[in-house]
Nanobody, 115 residues
Framework: QVQLVESGGGLVQAGGSLRLSCAAS????????LGWYRQAPGKQRELVAI???????TYVDSVKGRFTISRDNPENTVYLQMNSLKPEDTAVYYC?????????WGQGTQVTVSS
């Protein structure tokens, strides 16, 4: 089983920045596809960003140019750098680890952006 531990969430003013981290256990991290999802109260969970084992990235339109997903394979960690934050970004953010038929979720970290 892969365990994912998230950190870096918090309260920030509109226009500010946060960096989320997700550290994974196990020895298959470098082969995994990693993603960040978010869920606001009363809303469905949505995909924010994905990074493949080869380093290709994909973002939801609403965060393009503001958020950056990256990975540090030797440290088994995936990051989400969030700049120019907006109140609409307020949500619980979850990391996801996928490899072959295996899929695991982090516990979630709260991001709150005030106006």
């Amino acid at each position: 089983q892969v365990q994912l531990v998230e950190s870096g969430g918090g309260l920030v003013q509109a226009g500010g920045s946060l960096r989320l981290s997700c550290a994974a256990s196990g020895n298959i991290f470098r082969f995994a596809t990693l993603g960040w999802y978010r869920q606001a109260p009363g809303k469905q969970r949505e995909l924010v960003a994905i990074i493949t084992s080869g380093g290709s990235t994909t973002y939801v339109d609403s965060v393009k140019g503001r958020f950056t997903i990256s990975r540090d394979n030797p440290e088994n960690t995936v990051y989400l750098q969030m700049n120019s934050l907006k109140p609409e970004d307020t949500a619980v953010y979850y990391c996801k680890f996928t490899w072959a038929s295996l899929s695991f979720w982090g516990q979630g970290t709260q991001v709150t952006v005030s106006s």
